[in-house]
């Protein structure tokens, strides 16, 4: 167990780059993985998930090479047949996008699923493969949850799916249905939530050939079949999700941080935290690759959040919201209730061991600020966005903050408690090794 001791900062200033993104990462490996012949990914994220999903496209027959901040990427197209179980460690996105990928093996494949995925949602998934032909189903293997894919190729047609649980479920058919033996509906039967994530999938199938129509509603998706994956060079952006934290920091802190390496023309939903800290009273200046928050001594003011689009600045933003006037809430966040942990619950329990003035209900969080915020020993739930969220909140808290566990970090951002370290926040503790 890893404990980190932050204290409280009185001015933060510096630059820093944003770590590349997690959801570009995994989405250009996988892609490029699916296609004939070779890709190169420049300035891919090192992290436990994205290193899940390399585990998980070699495993099917792609071979990957790191040299120099760039991954070099030969396709098996079609997937091969996994000579041994996929651990997918903690990585949800891994599972659900290669489920539907290793049904275009010929062979069986069986996913290995760790704690705290075993209890996020996959059966609506599997059942939608079924629709689809595929032969699936969940099992263990000793006390391990698995996953087994029968193989023998997607038959395609027509498919139903909720759109509120998880969006991840469609980008994984989006992945492989391409490859189909007859063209694929997916009917949405819910309003889909993270469409942005949806939108990404496509933007980086279509630079590898790929076409997919979306219906303006996102209600039905149709993928035509018997489509070729080409290759393709790809630059990761950085990530929007994770840079909030940092520009969240500044803003607690009433300082001057840029943010470098985010380009806002990505297809990136959380790119929003921009637009919420300005209205909470942030001075925020974006350019197309970076953004920057300056302090200027005024308090923040509160600020209600739909956060059926953006469920991954729901952690920042209950940060924040701690140091802001009036009574802030954030609602449409229901699917956070089976993430890392069950979000809501992590933030609410950990947030007013600080002394917020929280309040849960069932899809969101009320918090009546500015809040007597003090230090606590936290326990981030194996969750990297609470550790890094009450990270955040511990810079202006009384006291020191005692974060354990902090190594969960390294699922999506292994240098945050470095980049603090380089804006000036007295951080002991947290030098991971990637």
């Given at each position: 167990?890893?404990?980190?001791?932050?204290?409280?900062?009185?001015?933060?200033?510096?630059?820093?780059?944003?770590?590349?993104?997690?959801?570009?990462?995994?989405?250009?490996?996988?892609a490029a993985a699916l296609s004939d012949g070779v890709s190169k990914i420049s300035r891919p994220l090192i992290a436990d998930d994205t290193e899940a999903a390399l585990r998980a496209v070699k495993a099917l027959g792609a071979k990957v090479t790191a040299a120099e901040d760039c991954w070099t990427v030969e396709g098996a197209s079609p997937p091969k047949v996994a000579e041994t179980m996929i651990d997918c460690g903690e990585s949800g996105a891994t599972l659900r996008f290669m489920i539907p990928v290793a049904a275009l093996a010929?062979?069986?494949t069986i996913f290995l699923l760790g704690e705290s995925l075993e209890k996020?949602?996959?059966e609506p998934l599997l059942q939608s493969l079924r629709e689809l032909g595929v032969e699936t189903f969940s099992r263990h293997i000793g006390v391990k949850a698995s996953?087994?894919?029968?193989?023998?190729?997607?038959?395609?047609?027509?498919?139903?799916?909720?759109?509120?649980?998880?969006?991840?479920?469609?980008?994984?058919?989006?992945?492989?249905?391409?490859?189909?033996?007859?063209?694929?509906?997916?009917?949405?039967?819910?309003?889909?939530?993270?469409?942005?994530?949806?939108?990404?999938?496509?933007a980086v199938l279509a630079e590898h050939g790929i076409r997919i129509l979306i219906s303006e509603n996102f209600s039905r998706i149709y993928v035509p079949a018997h489509q070729?994956?080409?290759?393709?060079?790809?630059?990761?952006?950085?990530?929007?999700?994770?840079?909030?934290?940092?520009?969240?920091?500044?803003?607690?802190?009433?300082?001057?941080?840029?943010?470098?390496?985010?380009?806002?023309?990505?297809?990136?939903?959380?790119?929003?935290?921009?637009?919420?800290?300005?209205?909470?009273?942030?001075?925020?200046?974006?350019?197309?690759?970076?953004?920057?928050?300056?302090?200027?001594?005024?308090?923040?003011?509160a600020v209600d959040v739909d956060a059926?689009?953006?469920?991954?600045?729901?952690?920042?933003?209950?940060?924040?919201?701690?140091?802001?006037?009036?009574?802030?809430?954030?609602?449409?966040?229901?699917?956070?209730?089976?993430?890392?942990?069950?979000?809501?619950?992590?933030?609410?329990?950990?947030?007013?061991?600080?002394?917020a003035d929280i309040a849960i209900n069932e899809d969101g969080l009320t918090i009546k600020g500015p809040c007597e915020m003090h230090g606590a020993t936290i326990d981030p739930h194996n969750d990297h966005r609470i550790a890094m969220a009450c990270a955040v909140a511990a810079l202006g808290a009384a006291g020191e903050t005692r974060i354990q566990n902090a190594e969960c970090v390294r699922k999506s951002y292994p240098r945050f408690f470095?980049?603090?370290?380089?804006?000036?926040?007295d951080v002991v503790g947290g030098e991971f090794d990637r």
């Amino acid at each position: 167990m890893t404990v980190v001791i932050i204290g409280k900062a009185e001015r933060l200033s510096g630059e820093v780059d944003a770590p590349p993104s997690k959801a570009y990462t995994q989405r250009m490996l996988i892609a490029a993985a699916l296609s004939d012949g070779v890709s190169k990914i420049s300035r891919p994220l090192i992290a436990d998930d994205t290193e899940a999903a390399l585990r998980a496209v070699k495993a099917l027959g792609a071979k990957v090479t790191a040299a120099e901040d760039c991954w070099t990427v030969e396709g098996a197209s079609p997937p091969k047949v996994a000579e041994t179980m996929i651990d997918c460690g903690e990585s949800g996105a891994t599972l659900r996008f290669m489920i539907p990928v290793a049904a275009l093996a010929s062979e069986p494949t069986i996913f290995l699923l760790g704690e705290s995925l075993e209890k996020r949602p996959i059966e609506p998934l599997l059942q939608s493969l079924r629709e689809l032909g595929v032969e699936t189903f969940s099992r263990h293997i000793g006390v391990k949850a698995s996953i087994y894919v029968r193989g023998g190729g997607i038959r395609g047609g027509r498919t139903s799916i909720r759109g509120d649980i998880s969006s991840q479920f469609i980008s994984g058919l989006m992945f492989a249905c391409p490859m189909a033996q007859m063209d694929t509906e997916i009917i949405v039967t819910t309003p889909l939530e993270s469409r942005g994530y949806v939108q990404m999938t496509k933007a980086v199938l279509a630079e590898h050939g790929i076409r997919i129509l979306i219906s303006e509603n996102f209600s039905r998706i149709y993928v035509p079949a018997h489509q070729v994956y080409v290759p393709c060079d790809h630059k990761v952006p950085g990530d929007f999700s994770s840079a909030a934290f940092l520009l969240a920091a500044a803003a607690i802190t009433r300082s001057n941080v840029r943010v470098e390496n985010l380009n806002y023309e990505s297809v990136q939903d959380d790119k929003a935290i921009l637009g919420i800290l300005s209205q909470m009273g942030a001075k925020c200046r974006v350019q197309l690759d970076y953004a920057e928050v300056a302090g200027d001594g005024r308090p923040l003011k509160a600020v209600d959040v739909d956060a059926r689009d953006i469920p991954d600045l729901v952690p920042v933003l209950a940060a924040l919201a701690c140091y802001a006037e009036g009574v802030s809430r954030i609602y449409g966040a229901q699917r956070l209730r089976y993430k890392e942990s069950d979000r809501l619950l992590s933030l609410y329990l950990e947030l007013k061991k600080m002394g917020a003035d929280i309040a849960i209900n069932e899809d969101g969080l009320t918090i009546k600020g500015p809040c007597e915020m003090h230090g606590a020993t936290i326990d981030p739930h194996n969750d990297h966005r609470i550790a890094m969220a009450c990270a955040v909140a511990a810079l202006g808290a009384a006291g020191e903050t005692r974060i354990q566990n902090a190594e969960c970090v390294r699922k999506s951002y292994p240098r945050f408690f470095n980049d603090l370290r380089s804006l000036g926040v007295d951080v002991v503790g947290g030098e991971f090794d990637r």
